[in-house]
């Protein structure tokens, strides 16, 4: 039973591009959130997707965009990088149907580094 | 605002020791908390969680202890072994549905052989 997986690993961009991050979920869950987590500091919220839809979301810009596939994998867009956006983007997916206490189970994320 | 925050960065014990990880965290409106481990390069792991109606709670060498009155939170790992070297965090949630965790800094804990 394949866990939460993410691509690519590890990229390196430059200041001004664009930049998409992707997410396969655990089999069985529907439910996909994405955290930013800078160098030495805890993941902060970015958004949640459920049935397609952003159901929720923290304190990031516009520049900060997802989507949901029908089959539950999901996209993180950010566009106009910073060099601030450099960070490791974790991806984690739930069962919605658990509650608010379902386990969240994360994936090892995808390292940005914004030259 | 919302914030969980730990008074530790690093804590460095012994192997066989017992660690205690603490975390303060400010919203009193919080329903449950969680225990993440981060290993090097990887995602943060789900260690134990607890309701905000209880005051503690025990796992496998785990053990979490949540004091309301003080906001506060700990983690106690018995015996610590060479692979529980790793960050922890806590996390606070709230019972949304949503499941929209915020996470304090971390701990870095070092166990020595």
């Known amino acids: 039973d394949a866990g939460v997986t993410q691509s690519p690993t590890h990229l390196i961009k430059t200041r001004g591009q664009q930049v998409t991050l992707r997410c396969s979920p655990k089999s069985g869950h529907d439910t996909v959130s994405w955290y930013q987590q800078a160098l030495g500091q805890g993941p902060q919220f970015i958004f949640q997707y459920y049935e397609e839809e952003e159901r929720q979301r923290g304190n990031f810009p516009d520049r900060f965009s997802g989507h949901q596939f029908p089959n539950y994998s999901s996209e993180l867009n950010v566009n106009a990088l910073l060099l601030g956006d450099s960070a490791l983007y974790l991806c984690?997916?739930?069962?919605?149907?658990?509650?608010?206490?379902?386990?969240?189970?994360f994936g090892e994320g995808s390292r940005l580094t914004v030259l | 605002g919302e914030s969980v925050g730990l008074h530790l960065p690093t804590l460095s014990v012994q192997e066989g020791d017992n660690s205690i990880i603490n975390c303060a965290y400010s919203n009193s409106a919080s329903d449950y908390f969680i225990w993440y481990k981060q290993e090097s390069g990887k995602g943060p792991q789900f260690i134990i969680d607890?309701?905000?109606?209880?005051d503690k709670r025990q796992g496998q060498r785990v053990t979490v202890l949540l004091n309301k009155t003080v906001k506060h939170l700990s983690l106690q790992i018995a015996a610590t072994q060479p692979g529980d070297s790793a960050v922890y965090f806590c996390?606070?949630?709230?019972?949304?549905?949503?499941?929209?965790?915020?996470f304090g800094t971390g701990t870095r804990l070092l166990v020595s052989p």
């Open positions: 996390a606070e949630g709230m019972n949304t549905g949503f499941q929209k965790l915020v």
């Open positions: 984690a997916s739930s069962l919605d149907s658990a509650g608010g206490t379902g386990e969240l189970f």
């Open positions: 607890i309701r905000s109606n209880m």
